[in-house]
């Protein structure tokens, strides 16, 4: 996964500028206090291979496959409008991350263990790398909880409908996006309004005016917000975003970002 931070004054360690966005230098191994991200993961590949061969990945193609057909304009409107309801279940923090105890995230080559033993990791690794940054550690912690959705108090949405890359609809869908090739089969891909490169959008139009595919980010980010958040606007970019690859990985669809999105310079911090 990727966490994606605004960069302040107070963000600690060493930075190299990669395109648009800050890369974090992280700490040497011989650093005791910091977190050092390992070269491949527990299957022996490269992260973020989608090509390895392995049962696994027939599972991430699968879904992929299904995300990609049934992820249309239309299905997120709709599925923006009854979660944005809010109306589902009230519970704390901590329940909601003891109920990914039973979820596993079918998009993830690199990923086998429970979403719970993810959030911790990834909190613990960013407290290292960014010590004084409260708010970020907070961020980190509660970035995944969305995959509630899986869950049936939540609706018990389908893999595809809450997990995985996330991409714009109502424009064309650009072929940097994982297993491209199964939008030939979505609805949206031969809609003339639909399949060019700015859509229904303009330039610079800024991404909280774009519609982006549904699943865990949009509805982790409207609960935060609908809630009273005390989290900074970088924290709920963070959370909105963080699986938006085809941007932060790839630079694509940046002429959709306004020169508010582009005013914060992003640090990629990857912890896999």
Same mark, same amino acid.
């Given at each position: 996964?990727?966490?994606l931070?605004?960069?302040?004054?107070?963000?600690?360690?060493?930075?190299?500028? *990669?395109?648009?966005?800050?890369t974090?230098?992280?700490? /040497?191994?011989?650093d005791?206090?910091?977190?050092?991200?390992p070269?491949?993961?527990?299957?022996?590949?490269?992260?973020?291979?989608?090509?390895?061969?392995s049962?696994?990945?027939?599972?991430?193609?699968?879904?992929?496959?299904?995300?990609?057909?049934n992820?249309?304009?239309? #299905?997120?409107?709709?599925?923006?409008?009854?979660?944005?309801?809010?109306?589902?279940?009230?519970?704390s923090?901590w329940? !909601? !991350?003891?109920?990914?105890n039973?979820?596993?995230?079918? /998009?993830?080559?690199?990923l086998?263990?429970?979403?719970?033993?993810?959030?911790?990791?990834? $909190?613990?690794?960013?407290?290292k790398?960014?010590?004084d940054?409260?708010?970020l550690? @907070?961020?980190? @912690?509660?970035?995944d909880?969305?995959?509630?959705?899986?869950?049936?108090?939540?609706?018990? @949405?389908?893999?595809w409908?809450?997990?995985?890359?996330?991409f714009?609809?109502? !424009?064309?869908?650009?072929e940097t996006?994982?297993?491209?090739? %199964? #939008?030939?089969?979505n609805?949206?891909?031969?809609?003339p309004?639909?399949?060019t490169?700015?859509?229904? %959008?303009s330039?610079? !139009?800024?991404?909280?005016?774009t519609?982006?595919?549904?699943?865990?980010?949009?509805?982790m980010?409207?609960?935060a917000?609908?809630?009273g958040?005390?989290?900074p606007?970088a924290?709920?970019?963070?959370?909105r975003?963080?699986?938006f690859y085809?941007?932060?990985?790839?630079?694509?669809?940046?002429?959709?970002?306004?020169?508010? *999105?582009?005013?914060?310079?992003?640090? $990629? $911090?990857?912890?896999q």
């Amino acid at each position: 996964m990727a966490i994606l931070v605004p960069q302040s004054e107070n963000v600690t360690g060493d930075v190299v500028l *990669d395109r648009r966005f800050l890369t974090p230098t992280l700490p /040497s191994a011989a650093d005791a206090d910091g977190f050092v991200a390992p070269e491949i993961n527990s299957f022996g590949n490269t992260f973020r291979d989608y090509d390895a061969a392995s049962q696994g990945q027939k599972t991430v193609e699968e879904f992929y496959r299904l995300q990609h057909i049934n992820q249309t304009y239309d #299905f997120v409107k709709r599925m923006r409008e009854e979660y944005g309801k809010l109306d589902k279940v009230e519970m704390s923090v901590w329940e !909601c !991350c003891e109920l990914l105890n039973d979820v596993m995230d079918d /998009s993830d080559p690199d990923l086998d263990e429970p979403q719970i033993e993810h959030l911790l990791q990834t $909190a613990e690794a960013i407290r290292k790398n960014y010590p004084d940054e409260d708010w970020l550690h @907070l961020t980190a @912690l509660i970035h995944d909880l969305g995959k509630v959705l899986l869950h049936p108090s939540f609706g018990g @949405l389908p893999q595809w409908a809450v997990v995985g890359d996330t991409f714009p609809l109502g !424009c064309a869908f650009d072929e940097t996006i994982v297993h491209h090739k %199964y #939008f030939k089969e979505n609805p949206d891909y031969n809609n003339p309004n639909y399949n060019t490169k700015y859509g229904i %959008y303009s330039e610079g !139009c800024g991404l909280d005016n774009t519609l982006i595919s549904w699943g865990h980010d949009d509805y982790m980010y409207l609960v935060a917000k609908e809630n009273g958040t005390t989290l900074p606007q970088a924290g709920l970019f963070i959370i909105r975003y963080h699986s938006f690859y085809p941007l932060h990985k790839a630079g694509a669809y940046t002429h959709l970002m306004s020169e508010e *999105d582009k005013g914060e310079p992003q640090v $990629a $911090a990857y912890i896999q």
